[in-house]
């Protein structure tokens, strides 16, 4: 059977971060809460919309890994996150999900080292479905629901997004991409390249014009 592959952390996190608090428990002590009434509901709507667009798929959740093997391949990759906190009751809402998921028959999946986008990608066959937001799935071709639409993204479009992310970076994750190469410009580059081989030439010559080496072009 087909299956519906859900970015359950995602999903997770919006819905504990919109039922976070805070709360004055006595004159000058400020705590946060989370009411997890609120989270659980907010999380079965959210999946409940997403089985619409996919009735016939087999729901699978899919979580990464605590470990990721990309900090390895690039010391600055999230840094810019060390610091901040999973939202308030994030560690229940997860365990409360992977019950729930158990006792309605759902699967949940995590592979080890990788994180929940890697981990659909790794999983997701021809006729499956990834449910996330996050913009690295247009790099996979295939069906995705995204911001509660149901698109297809070609072999060719896939191609475009993967090479154009090097490019432009990601500050999100903390990677910088090309120096001085903004999105229009990467758009430029890319149409100028129908396969992949001539798009990777395209990046690596991007880099090396802006004194960056193909090891830097190959960790962005």
């Known amino acids: 059977m087909s299956r519906l592959l859900i970015d359950a ?3 997770l996190f919006r819905a504990a971060a919109a039922a976070e608090y805070e709360a004055e428990w006595a004159p000058g002590d400020w705590t946060y809460l989370c009411r997890h009434g609120d989270a659980r509901n907010n999380v079965q709507e959210q999946l409940a919309a997403i089985r619409e667009l996919a009735p016939d798929h087999e729901p699978l959740l899919v979580f990464g890994s605590q470990a990721s093997f990309r900090y390895s391949v690039f010391p600055g990759y999230k840094a810019n996150r060390r610091t901040k906190r999973k939202p308030c009751g994030w560690a229940p809402l ?3 999900i992977r019950q729930s998921a158990w006792a309605a028959g759902w699967f949940a999946e995590e592979l ?3 994180e929940g986008d890697d981990a659909m990608g790794v999983l997701a066959g021809p006729d499956d479905i990834i449910a ?6 247009l790099t996979l071709p295939g069906q995705l629901i995204r911001n509660g639409e149901l698109l297809a993204i070609s ?6 997004n993967f090479f154009n992310q090097p490019l432009t970076g990601d500050t999100a994750d ?3 991409g090309c120096p001085g190469l903004g999105a229009v410009r990467a758009e430029r580059l890319l149409d100028q390249s129908d396969t992949p081989a001539e798009m990777w030439d395209a990046v690596l010559a991007a880099f090396i014009k802006a004194g960056k ?8």
């Open 132 to 137: 996330s937001d996050d913009k690295d799935m």
């Open 155 to 160: 072999q060719d479009l896939a191609d475009r």
């Open 174 to 176: 903390g990677y910088p």
């Open 9 to 11: 952390e995602l999903f």
């Open 94 to 96: 997860v365990e409360w």
């Open 112 to 114: 080890p080292g990788i």
């Open 213 to 220: 080496t193909e090891q830097f072009a190959l960790q962005m």
